[in-house]
Nanobody
Framework: QVQLVEAGGGSVQAGGSLRLSCVAS????????MGWYRQAPGKQRNLVAS???????QYADSVKGRFTISRDTAKNTADLQMNSLKPEDTAVYYC????????????????WGQGTLVTVSS
């Protein structure tokens, strides 16, 4: 089994910063994509940022220039630095990873963390 544990959520005023961290542990041979998603109340879960093993990143338009995703492939971690936070960034943030659990496995499994709440007040 693979687990993702997130940390770093909290409450901040608009314009402030937070840093989220995600650590993957368990039966891991390799991780392809690690990313952060968010879900606001009453809305669907959407991609915030992701990064592949080779370092290719993708960002939602709404966070470009404000958020930065970074990854340590040796430690199986992915961090999300969030600057210039806005009230509309308020949501539960989830870490997601696509994991290959053994060298004989030909498929990647999708794993989600439990989520961490980010609240931005105006």
């Amino acid at each position: 089994q693979v687990q993702l544990v997130e940390a770093g959520g909290g409450s901040v005023q608009a314009g402030g910063s937070l840093r989220l961290s995600c650590v993957a542990s368990g039966s891991i041979f390799s991780i392809n994509v690690m990313g952060w998603y968010r879900q606001a109340p009453g809305k669907q879960r959407n991609l915030v940022a992701s990064t592949t093993y080779s370092g290719t990143t993708q960002y939602a338009d709404s966070v470009k220039g404000r958020f930065t995703i970074s990854r340590d492939t040796a430690k199986n971690t992915a961090d999300l630095q969030m600057n210039s936070l806005k009230p509309e960034d308020t949501a539960v943030y989830y870490c997601r990873a696509t994991v290959r659990t053994s060298p004989i496995s030909v498929t990647y499994v999708e794993v989600w963390g439990q989520g961490t709440l980010v609240t931005v007040s105006s």
